[in-house]
């Protein structure tokens, strides 16, 4: 089976009351096309995990964003391949967020991260997420 080793930005925001919100973005590509997911993508050769997040993030959505606390890793076995998830909390610091690579994105608060189909590897971090305090 294949291993992929990639990286995910939980990139955050407060809302105009206060709450945090969590973007979202729908796959635009592949088998997994229309399924949500924490943006990102593969790790390069000699780059460390918030290097390769911010280098993406900046490639998918054209946004810079400030890489902060580690959030989880996941390892999920699809059916092609095994992937090793390095997850990040981010905030974006500057840029107009664009859709590069993605159909939609949406905010999505803690209470509203069960409205979308998630990708299953995904899944593991709204579950931490949703066990976050406030």
Sequence with gaps: ?????????????KDNLGVTEFLATQRGYGDYKGF???PGGKTEPGESPEQALARELKEEL???VEVGEFVTTVEYDYPERHITMHCYFCKIISGELTLLEHDSARWLTKQDLRSVNWLPADVTVVE??????E
């Design 62 to 64: 054209t946004v810079d």
């Design 1 to 13: 089976m294949k291993m992929i080793e990639v990286v995910a930005g939980v990139i955050c925001r």
């Design 36 to 38: 949500w997911e924490f």
């Design 128 to 133: 931490k997420l949703e066990n976050l305090s």
